[in-house]
């Protein structure tokens, strides 16, 4: 039996959403090919507090962060941040010629952060290794992700060195490049996968604060970074002394600036109804037990409401992307969530509202639309057919 490897490559800048995404990946296709072993090209600083699967294993490459002006800085090394670009770049080229993967998957960024990827993307056009690019449902509004790949060089090279574009979604969210300046043989290359099913994972972890007390409210930001204003609004409407349908259980992400979140789990001690804490490496299980959830919209928190069928208030930020505002719109427009206008003044009784009308709204139930959360099906499946195992 050949042994078959992937490299996947995620530059992880700030927050969860491209690790978790990839993890999801590596771990579905490790259970599905059990001559396939997986490498994980990574930045997260938190990288160890997850657990991997047999044949998944990761390459921590030095950090960095994105400053609120949009620059970045090495996180960790007290070193320019061009000496830790050129490592970044170095330690991905090198451990891609070592590691020879059968295929290359990219997360998002098309030649990496600040262009890291393209020298091993243009090494391995003379290789026999596929190349892929792995695209959010939405990545930006189109005039927006136009200039940005414009000022980073994408086009052209976008089309040149990758074989395939896979969209983790489905038609109906829309085409996350739509209305681009590219070639034609771009749209003729894409997959749309549909949402990328999550599920309870089968060992629960073991964690330092009791089981929460059922039924709770859910309310995460993800990484928790970008988080504060969402979990000021809702803690201000426990704080109200509002009637709310259900205790709140606040999951303030590990990412959340140290200051904020100590202001923030003292505001929570003065409270009943609420408990807080800061990390899960199974918000999975979180929300599966959870009676509604309160979310900022990224890709993988929409992605585990839509797989465990939870009712969600979306509080989406509009800056400096607007993914988040664009996805919850459409998923609104198709009765999926409810959304608040996070860049209103936010007021305490809007939120206390949009509470109370949680329990009356129905479950996404997108489980009866065919197709809506095959993502992990159909990339086994592509997968398979580029390693030659099922036929095309």
């Given at each position: ?6 490299l996947?490559?995620s530059?992880?800048s ?5 690790l978790?995404r990839?993890?999801?990946?590596a ?19 938190i ?11 990761f390459?921590r ?7 609120h002006?949009?620059d ?5 090394l ?13 330690i ?9 993967p ?8 098309p030649?990496?952060?600040k262009g ?15 190349t892929?690019?792995?695209?959010r ?20 090279e ?12 489905p ?12 070639d ?7 997959r ?10 089968a060992?629960a972890?073991?964690?330092d ?16 970074g ?9 803690l201000?409407?426990?704080?109200s002394?509002?009637?709310l ?5 606040f ?10 979140r100590?202001q923030?789990m ?5 409270l ?11 918000l999975?299980?979180l929300m ?7 979310a ?11 797989s465990l ?6 509080l989406?930020?509009?800056?400096p992307?607007?993914?988040q505002?664009?996805?919850?719109r ?5 009765d ?7 860049d ?12 109370q ?5 129905p ?5 009866e ?15 398979g057919q ?5 036929s095309p």
């Amino acid at each position: 039996m050949k042994t078959r490897r992937l490299l996947i490559y995620s530059h992880d800048s700030f927050g969860l959403g491209h690790l978790r995404r990839c993890r999801t990946l590596a771990h579905a296709l490790v259970d599905a090919y059990k001559d396939l072993t997986v490498l994980i090209l990574t930045g997260s600083p938190i990288i160890g507090r997850f657990d991997f699967k047999a044949r998944v294993d990761f390459v921590r490459i030095p950090g960095v962060i994105k400053l609120h002006n949009g620059d970045y800085t090495s996180l960790a090394l007290h070193i320019d941040l061009a000496d830790t670009l050129a490592l970044r770049e170095s330690i991905i080229l090198h451990t891609t010629k070592v590691f020879a993967p059968d295929l290359f998957l990219v997360d998002k960024e098309p030649l990496g952060l600040k262009g890291e990827v393209h020298a091993t993307l243009r090494m391995l056009r003379d290789k026999p290794t596929r190349t892929v690019l792995g695209l959010r449902d939405v990545m930006d509004a189109p005039e927006l992700l136009a200039d940005e790949w414009r000022a980073k060089g994408v086009f052209g090279e976008l089309e040149a060195l990758y074989d395939e574009y896979w969209v983790y979604g489905p038609r109906a969210m829309g085409n996350p490049l739509r209305d681009l300046p590219l070639d034609p043989s771009v749209e003729e290359r894409m997959r749309f996968t549909g949402y990328l099913r999550r599920d309870i994972p089968a060992v629960a972890n073991a964690v330092d604060y009791p089981p929460p007390e059922r039924p709770y409210l859910l309310v995460t930001p993800g990484g928790g970074g970008d988080g504060i204003e969402m979990i000021d609004w809702v803690l201000r409407a426990y704080e109200s002394g509002a009637t709310l349908p259900w205790r709140g259980l606040f999951v303030l992400g590990p990412f959340m600036p140290q200051a904020e979140r100590a202001q923030f789990m003292q505001r929570a001690e003065k409270l009943d109804q609420v408990d807080m804490i800061t990390f899960d490496a199974q918000l999975e299980r979180l929300m599966a037990n959870a009676s509604g959830v309160v979310a900022m919209g990224g890709y993988n928190t929409f992605c585990e409401i839509l797989s465990l069928n939870r009712p969600a208030l979306i509080l989406p930020r509009s800056h400096p992307r607007r993914e988040q505002l664009i996805r919850a719109r459409n998923a609104a427009r198709l009765d999926l969530v409810s959304i608040l206008d996070s860049d209103g003044p936010r007021s305490t009784e809007d939120m206390v509202a949009a509470l109370q009308r949680l329990p009356q709204q129905p479950p996404p139930s997108v489980h009866e639309q065919p197709g809506w959360l095959d993502g992990l099906d159909q990339v086994i499946r592509r997968v398979g057919q580029l390693f030659g195992e099922i036929s095309p």
